[in-house]
């Protein structure tokens, strides 16, 4: 059985990921070659939490910030 999908049902794509910045106000890496990648997720609560998670681990570290991106 063939399962009809249309354009509407398209998953969302999320990826997490931080590492040094240049500013603490921005989002300048300053080593993209050493990003610390914590994964892609298909929903946004996913994401928030692996961001929590991953924010945590370096909440004394003013220079290291993580990000979500929706990928589509």
Do not use: P
């Not at 063939?2 to 989002?27: H, I």
């Amino acid at each position: 059985m063939v399962e009809n999908v249309s354009a509407n049902s398209e998953k969302d794509l999320f990826v997490v990921f931080g590492g040094k910045v240049t500013d603490t106000r921005g989002k300048d890496f300053t080593d993209t070659d050493n990003l610390d990648v914590r994964g892609f997720y298909q929903n946004y609560e996913d994401a928030l939490a692996s961001w929590r998670a991953a924010s945590h681990l370096k909440v004394d570290d003013a220079f290291t910030k993580y990000v979500i991106v929706r990928l589509w």
